[in-house]
């Protein structure tokens, strides 16, 4: 028995037997169907059943699954910054988070197109209750991240999951994806969390923090959706916090996000992949500061990068224009990309409501006013 054995995903020893158990499972029968709709159920099934590591299952199984996700519900995927990297080294990658599933597997995506490793994934063990999601998420390499605990055990759950990441950097030299902040980003604010930070380095032992986030080489990653598939599943928590209420998530609400999310319209995305903060690292040790106010360095370095690499679309430079009544942005845009997404506002909220208006259209143009701010301070 392994202490990690209860967040970390399959062993490759598992993993077949893992398969066998989804294997007839109607939900894996349709994923299959939508990933291979020439393919004969027999067939695939018999591919399944030969499968015996988690490289294997993504590369013959997700990776076209994902392939169908970009063909049927996005206009294109672009990528930029993997020259940075080196496929013999473990990263970890601290990203926006914007799509439950599709952010990670992007990323995994365009790493393995070039040649890089893929990485070990967080998830809220809350997003997959279902057993068959709890199944894939384990197959495709991800490790749980403990929802709903009391303070102590917070605490117990956090340093574990630190000594976890340790470990896979430093013992099974795999990198490690995890998102800025806990929870998918509502409001285009991309903001990195100093929780995150300190759990991170929690399992440092007698190293300073500053120089074991230098070991652990962290990249900055940007995704970005031109449409957000889950923009209008995010309005009620949003309204919420407007009227300064309590949010509670209805019974299915991340499972439907979930699917919204991988069939949900996205025209184009891309991700950029940061270099390894090293260097801006070394800036921040030489200040001689307190270690909260390094972390806090540390924790605006990556929100520069994060929001500085975010590539701006059409939809982003709209919103922005119609949030302030402007044509500053005209230039990013045609009048029938602005039509097409007055149109989808319209579809998806109650335009006579000036606040949903508000927060639907603050979603988009906060990364455009977040940038315009970076240029400023610079």
Same mark, same amino acid.
């Given at each position: 028995?392994?202490?990690?054995?209860?967040?970390?995903?399959?062993?490759?020893?598992?993993?077949?037997?893992?398969?066998?158990?989804?294997?007839?499972?109607?939900?894996?029968?349709? +994923?299959?169907? %939508?990933?291979?709709?020439?393919?004969?159920? $027999?067939?695939?099934?018999?591919?399944?059943?030969?499968?015996?590591?988690?490289?294997?299952?993504?590369?013959?199984?997700?990776?076209?699954? +994902?392939?169908?996700?970009?063909?049927?519900?996005?206009?294109?995927?672009?990528?930029? =910054?993997?020259?940075?990297?080196?496929?013999?080294?473990?990263?970890?990658?601290?990203?926006?988070?914007?799509?439950?599933?599709?952010?990670?597997?992007?990323? /995994?995506?365009?790493?393995?197109?070039?040649?890089?490793?893929?990485? #070990? $994934?967080?998830? =809220?063990?809350?997003?997959?209750?279902?057993?068959?999601?709890?199944? @894939?998420?384990? @197959?495709?390499?991800?490790?749980?991240?403990?929802?709903?605990?009391? $303070?102590?055990?917070?605490?117990? #759950?956090?340093?574990?999951?630190?000594?976890?990441?340790?470990?896979?950097?430093?013992?099974?030299?795999?990198?490690?994806? +995890?998102?800025?902040?806990?929870?998918?980003?509502?409001?285009?604010?991309?903001?990195?969390?100093?929780?995150?930070?300190?759990? +991170?380095?929690?399992?440092?032992?007698?190293?300073?923090?500053?120089?074991?986030?230098? /070991?652990?080489?962290?990249?900055?990653?940007?995704?970005?959706?031109?449409?957000?598939?889950?923009?209008?599943?995010?309005?009620?928590?949003?309204?919420?916090? #407007?009227?300064?209420?309590?949010?509670?998530?209805?019974?299915?609400?991340?499972? /439907?996000?979930?699917?919204?999310?991988?069939?949900?319209?996205? &025209?184009?995305?891309?991700?950029?992949?940061?270099?390894?903060?090293?260097?801006?690292?070394?800036?921040?040790?030489?200040?001689?500061? $307190?270690?909260?106010?390094?972390?806090?360095?540390?924790?605006?370095?990556?929100?520069? &990068?994060?929001?500085?690499?975010?590539?701006?679309?059409?939809?982003?430079?709209?919103?922005?224009? *119609? @949030?302030?009544?402007?044509?500053? %942005?005209?230039?990013?845009?045609?009048?029938?990309?602005?039509?097409? %997404?007055?149109?989808?506002? &319209?579809?998806?909220?109650?335009?006579?409501?000036?606040?949903?208006?508000? /927060?639907? *259209?603050?979603?988009?143009?906060?990364?455009?006013?977040?940038?315009?701010?970076?240029?400023?301070?610079?």
């Amino acid at each position: 028995m392994s202490k990690f054995d209860h967040i970390r995903p399959f062993y490759d020893t598992e993993v077949n037997q893992a398969i066998r158990g989804i294997v007839d499972d109607p939900m894996m029968k349709a +994923i299959m169907n %939508f990933t291979f709709p020439a393919m004969e159920e $027999s067939e695939w099934k018999r591919q399944l059943n030969r499968t015996h590591s988690i490289r294997d299952f993504q590369i013959n199984f997700i990776y076209p699954a +994902i392939e169908m996700v970009l063909k049927r519900s996005s206009e294109g995927l672009s990528y930029s =910054g993997l020259d940075q990297l080196d496929q013999h080294v473990p990263y970890l990658f601290i990203s926006n988070h914007r799509d439950i599933i599709l952010d990670t597997s992007l990323l /995994n995506y365009v790493l393995y197109n070039n040649g890089l490793m893929m990485t #070990s $994934s967080a998830i =809220g063990d809350n997003l997959v209750k279902r057993p068959l999601l709890k199944t @894939l998420s384990k @197959l495709t390499r991800n490790f749980m991240v403990q929802r709903g605990l009391s $303070s102590r055990e917070l605490l117990e #759950s956090s340093k574990l999951m630190s000594e976890y990441i340790q470990d896979l950097l430093f013992h099974e030299n795999r990198s490690v994806w +995890i998102a800025q902040r806990e929870g998918r980003t509502k409001d285009g604010n991309d903001a990195t969390q100093k929780g995150v930070l300190k759990m +991170i380095s929690m399992a440092r032992g007698e190293v300073g923090e500053m120089e074991y986030f230098k /070991n652990i080489h962290i990249v900055p990653v940007s995704i970005s959706y031109e449409y957000d598939p889950t923009d209008v599943l995010k309005m009620p928590e949003l309204m919420a916090k #407007s009227r300064s209420e309590v949010y509670v998530k209805h019974e299915n609400e991340d499972f /439907n996000t979930i699917l919204n999310g991988i069939m949900g319209q996205k &025209k184009h995305i891309h991700v950029h992949v940061d270099k390894p903060l090293d260097d801006e690292i070394d800036k921040i040790i030489k200040t001689g500061e $307190s270690p909260n106010k390094q972390l806090q360095y540390l924790s605006e370095v990556i929100d520069e &990068k994060i929001i500085g690499n975010y590539k701006l679309w059409p939809t982003n430079y709209i919103a922005h224009d *119609l @949030l302030h009544n402007s044509q500053q %942005f005209a230039d990013e845009y045609s009048a029938l990309e602005r039509d097409q %997404f007055q149109e989808r506002m &319209k579809e998806g909220i109650d335009l006579r409501d000036e606040l949903a208006v508000k /927060n639907f *259209l603050s979603m988009y143009a906060n990364p455009v006013t977040n940038q315009e701010a970076l240029k400023v301070k610079e």
